[in-house]
């Protein structure tokens, strides 16, 4: 691996060498005490060369929609030895026990009842079909087909 070092701008006082609070008023500032008034830092990194390995994993989910998930209570995903192959996330690995494909997602995907369902909440979960999601989730796997 090897450690590479890049010039860059300084991110709290965008390269100009000075900051300005709320205390300095009426034209004073004081020298930046990221850069020491240079305008620039030295930011250090790794050069990526291939994905590493994590230990101790054995199933992968493609995001989490905050619940508690573990590999022995299978809701979705695929195996980690799957995903490191390069296997990509399929129509069907997704936690549709716990979500709804609008929340899944992102609102990539409206589906027929979405606004009158989430129309004075906005909490998926709120959603007065949530409790018949398995519709939502048909609705789309019809829909999806004709989609990349």
């Known amino acids: 691996?090897?450690?590479?070092?890049?010039?860059?701008?300084?991110?709290?006082?965008?390269?100009?060498?000075?900051?300005?609070?709320?205390?300095?008023?009426?034209?004073?500032?004081?020298?930046?005490?990221?850069?020491d008034g240079n305008g620039w830092v030295m930011y250090e990194y790794n050069e990526f060369e291939s994905k590493k390995q994590k230990n101790g994993v054995s199933w992968v989910v493609e995001r989490n929609p905050g619940i508690?998930?573990?590999?022995?209570?299978?809701?979705?995903?695929?195996s980690y030895s799957d995903w490191?192959?390069?296997?990509?996330f399929e129509k069907g690995t997704e936690m549709r026990e716990y979500t709804c494909p609008y929340w899944w997602y992102y609102q990539k995907y409206k589906l027929s009842r979405c606004?009158?369902?989430?129309k004075h909440t906005g909490v998926y979960s709120k959603c007065q079909f949530f409790c018949d999601k398995k519709a939502c989730w048909k609705e789309f796997d019809e829909i999806s087909r004709s989609l990349p």
């Open 84 to 88: 490191l192959e390069g296997k990509k």
């Open 1 to 35: 691996m090897s450690i590479k070092n890049i010039k860059i701008e300084c991110p709290g006082c965008k390269g100009t060498g000075v900051y300005q609070g709320c205390a300095e008023r009426d034209g004073a500032a004081v020298q930046c005490q990221k850069c």
């Open 115 to 118: 606004d009158l369902g989430l």
């Open 68 to 78: 508690c998930i573990s590999p022995q209570i299978v809701i979705g995903g695929m």
